[in-house]
């Protein structure tokens, strides 16, 4: 065995770190800008709306990537276009559906949040969950297909349009105008979308068959996402669910959002080796699952020392780039940075869980990562700390990526 036929595809990667640099700045502009100009008790509002909206949109999408790699990797030509189309015909009626059950609870939970919640603000909050969706979908597909340029950019391109439209918004028409930007951003990804998926599935059929387990594959993908959302979403919503109030909320929505852009970094870059690794793992397992190890040792490599770079200088970094008011969130972002350098380790064990065929290993470490972050959240729920919040992120990532591994080993 030889694993040359795996060896890391390059140039790919280079477009992925590529476009993660330019999602930086979409991202630092988006926890720097926008929080600056909301303030703490709005920028709250809006970070769990943000939160709210993109979870729904990644929780029913986040075992997509997988899913269209595992499938479509292996196949070329015609029969990759017919079976994408039929996939996705297929994946998203499943998506629907879930969207409706997590647009419910997602309303439920604005509408029992402490103060005034707007039938506009829902609505909006709601738009932009569909949007996400739809445009989530597309981009995994055009992962599935290879097309890593269009990977690469949905984010930094959602990104931007939320910050360029909240800045615009929010003077003339405050909150409101803030949580339609977020909808604004998540219609600018899906015409990405469509602009770049729809020439390939022009002319395929929808009827394609489907490989046996490909639709039990998708479900397990789809509920261990649903739950993991609850740990890397769930720390402002709980704060806010908590009766912390909006300054809190907003601090633990900071701490989380620099952890989760760490980690989606991660995630994002090592996706662009999947679709080969899944594809070679058929002829030489130890020769795939090795790229995945070296493709997660080196995030760990980048992502560990910025987190330590960023946990030591907390304080002072909040000060000088959202203000005096953001202080207090300095404890909750080194714990949250503490979830975010496991991130190549939870990567690691859900990509292998991919190309080993192995969906309930997923699910086995999301159930146990949610019940964690849950379990910890209710015991420190009475303190209502942003700082205790991301405790509960942290053990709820510790839990996944262990339950994730142990899951693997007991079947190896």
Not at 108 to 133: I, N
Not at 387 to 399: E, H, N
Request: aromatic fraction near 2%.
């Amino acid at each position: 065995m030889t694993d040359r036929a795996v060896a890391l595809p390059r140039k790919a990667l280079a477009a992925s770190v590529a476009g993660k640099g330019v999602e930086a700045l979409t991202l630092a502009a988006l926890v720097l800008l926008v929080p600056r100009a909301l303030g703490p008790a709005d920028y709250g509002a809006f970070a769990v709306a943000l939160a709210i909206s993109t979870g729904i949109a990644t929780a029913t999408g986040i075992g997509g990537p997988a899913l269209f790699a595992r499938v479509l990797a292996p196949l070329d030509g015609v029969r990759r276009h017919d079976v994408a189309r039929a996939l996705a015909v297929r994946v998203g009626q499943t998506r629907a559906l879930l969207l409706a059950g997590l647009g419910l609870v997602a309303g439920g939970a604005a509408l029992l949040a402490p103060g005034d919640v707007s039938a506009l603000q829902v609505s909006l909050v709601a738009t932009a969950a569909v949007l996400g969706t739809a445009a989530t979908l597309l981009s995994q597909l055009a992962l599935g297909l290879e097309r890593t340029v269009a990977w690469s950019l949905r984010y930094p391109l959602e990104n931007g349009v939320i910050v360029a439209a909240a800045l615009a918004l929010y003077p003339s028409a405050g909150l409101d105008g803030a949580l339609a930007a977020i909808a604004l951003g998540a219609g600018a990804a899906l015409a990405l979308g469509v602009a770049n998926a729809g020439p390939a599935l022009r002319g395929a059929r929808g009827d394609a068959a489907l490989a046996p387990g490909t639709l039990r594959f998708a479900r397990l993908q789809a509920s261990g996402g649903a739950l993991t959302q609850v740990v890397h979403r769930g720390a402002a919503p709980v704060c806010a669910l908590a009766g912390a109030g909006a300054v809190t909320t907003g601090h633990a929505a900071i701490a989380a959002g620099v952890a989760l852009a760490l980690t989606y970094a991660v995630l994002q870059t090592m996706l662009v080796v999947l679709p080969g690794a899944a594809r070679a793992h058929v002829r030489d397992p130890l020769g795939a699952e090795a790229a995945l190890r070296r493709t997660a040792l080196l995030c760990a490599a980048a992502v560990v020392p910025v987190c330590a770079v960023v946990a030591l200088a907390a304080e002072p970094l909040l000060v000088t780039a959202l203000g005096e008011e953001f202080r207090g969130a300095a404890q909750a972002l080194r714990i949250a940075l503490a979830a975010a350098a496991l991130a190549p380790l939870w990567a690691l064990a859900t990509q292998l869980a991919v190309v080993r065929e192995r969906p309930d290993a997923v699910l086995t470490g999301a159930v146990a990562g949610a019940a964690t972050f849950v379990l910890v959240a209710l015991l420190t729920a009475p303190g209502s700390q942003a700082s205790a919040a991301a405790g509960a992120m942290l053990a709820g990532v510790a839990a996944t990526a262990g339950a994730t591994f142990a899951a693997l080993r007991r079947h190896a």
